[in-house]
């Protein structure tokens, strides 16, 4: 069941005001930098694109890990926005004062154990059994959520997995040691597979790891910044969530 994205925190007044213009006139030549969580890239792409139908302004994205992104809006980098592959850190942010006191769920994302040779992978963590899969990847599960589910979801089974386990410093890289064979097997985010012409997976059933929300957060310097305002509450439109949905992600 889809329902709306919610969020938590007191009402901001500068939402307030970011909504009222951009009902009246397109935000016209504000850079917005916004730090996104690898599993997320290609979608924010696709939101940013969208989002310019109807918005003049320079959107930059930058991509890493949550964690190491995090590190980085803390020693101060210059960023408006943060899309995070958790909500732990951006109530990090609010918590310290880094962050405006309102975060958005804006998607929730599925993990995946994906092959690219291997069609026994789609029998889920039965495949880890065999003589398959002798190299695994997962994404650090110090600084990549999805790293952190990973491992939950290999601790769940018996016997323990015996193979070699790569660390990937983040998702992307984790779904690169995949796609070019130097691992069997990876755990990678669903939106990096979904739509790929090659390939095997099985979609890790919820129950057995951590729920993975993802939130947003706008960070305190961009307050005063209408475009990353209205690019935070596009997140919730009717337009980008059917783009996050398509992407393999659930939505509320």
């Known amino acids: 069941m889809n329902r709306k994205p919610y969020t938590f925190g007191r009402f901001r007044v500068s939402l307030l005001l970011s909504l009222l213009l951009s009902l009246s006139a397109p935000i016209r030549g504000e850079t917005v930098n916004i730090a996104v969580a690898a599993n997320f890239l290609s979608t924010a792409q ?25 590190i980085q809006i803390k020693h101060g980098a210059p960023f408006h926005l943060f899309l995070s592959a958790d909500t732990d850190r951006p109530k990090r942010l609010i918590e310290e004062g880094i962050a405006l006191d309102d975060l958005k769920i804006y998607a929730t994302g599925q993990l995946a154990l994906w092959s690219k040779h291997y069609p026994g992978i789609e029998q889920g963590l039965e495949a880890l059994d ?6 695994l990847a997962i ?25 070699v386990i790569v660390q990937g410093d983040n998702i992307a890289q984790t779904y690169q040691f995949a796609a070019s064979g130097n691992v069997d097997a990876a755990f990678v985010a669903l939106s990096q597979i979904k739509k790929l012409p090659q390939g095997y997976y099985w979609q890790v059933p919820h129950e057995i790891h951590t729920p993975l929300h993802q939130g947003a ?34 939505t509320f």
């Open 46 to 70: 696709q939101l940013v694109q969208a989002f310019s139908q109807s918005n003049s302004h320079n959107i930059l994205i930058s991509s890493g890990s949550s964690g190491k992104l995090f």
């Open 217 to 250: 957060v706008i960070l305190k310097a961009a307050q005063d910044n209408l475009t990353a305002n209205a690019f935070y509450d596009f997140l919730s439109s009717h337009t980008a969530q059917q783009i996050i949905r398509q992407s393999g992600y659930l």
């Open 139 to 163: 994404a650090n599960p110090k600084t990549a959520p999805y790293g952190a589910a990973a491992i939950e979801v290999l601790a769940s089974r018996e016997p323990a997995y015996d193979g």
């Open 130 to 135: 065999k003589n398959h899969v002798t190299r």
